[in-house]
């Protein structure tokens, strides 16, 4: 093995290393800052598996590609476009998911607090249809749902999140562009200064 395998190694060893800290202790302080993020993210990015052909993987600074999901009626919503003029939180989660459920009480206070002035919030459930429906009822949120096919081209990847892990968060500029990436959930008051924040 030469020395690119070894690095490889390694980086897919602390990365694993990072996942299992997080799954055992949670996330500390420097996973909750944007430099914390942008090395897990920049790490990820590393190990993951090249797109498949032909698809558009957004990263920070590029205008996001056109994403057409159904939401829970059925009618199709097209990210980002009808959702232009005012920035747009787009988190990804599943019913399975136990830090995805923890953090929606925090999304949906964020939420109902913007107005219609204020950053818009969706979510995109990587999930089946009657297990977010049942969830939803069992928890409602004030925020759009949309549904989508966990995968390897699903609109969590297109968004730069090519490892699949939940929760997962960008932020979106009014005018399309991809400004913030988030792993993992947000805990109560994080969110306000992380949405407004430069990128």
């Known amino acids: ?52 052909e032909g698809l558009v993987v957004a990263k920070r600074g590029d205008t ?17 476009a009808g959702f232009a003029g ?6 990804f989660w599943a019913s399975w998911c136990g830090p995805c459920i923890e953090e929606m009480p925090e999304l949906d206070r964020f ?23 049942d969830f939803l009822q069992r928890i409602p949120v004030r925020y759009p749902i949309l549904m989508d096919v966990a995968g390897p081209r699903d609109s969590g990847v297109q968004l730069g999140n090519q490892r699949g892990v939940l929760p997962y968060t960008v932020l979106v500029s009014a005018e399309g562009r991809l400004l913030k990436q988030r792993i993992g959930p947000f805990v109560h008051g994080e969110l306000d200064a992380w949405a407004v924040s430069p990128e």
Do not use: C, W, Y
């Open 1 to 52: 093995m030469g020395t690119r395998g070894i690095l490889l190694a390694a980086l897919v060893a602390g990365v694993f290393g990072l996942v299992a800290g997080l799954a055992l202790n949670g996330p500390g302080p420097l996973l909750r800052s944007e430099i914390g993020q942008r090395a897990v993210q920049h790490a990820m990015d590393a190990v993951a598996p090249p797109p498949p």
């Open 64 to 80: 996001i590609p056109a994403i057409t999901l159904p939401d829970l009626a059925g009618t199709p919503q097209t990210l980002p």
């Open 86 to 91: 005012r920035p747009l939180l787009v988190n």
């Open 111 to 133: 939420a109902g607090e913007q107005g219609d002035k204020g950053v818009q919030v969706v979510g995109i459930a990587l999930d089946e249809q009657a297990a977010v429906e």
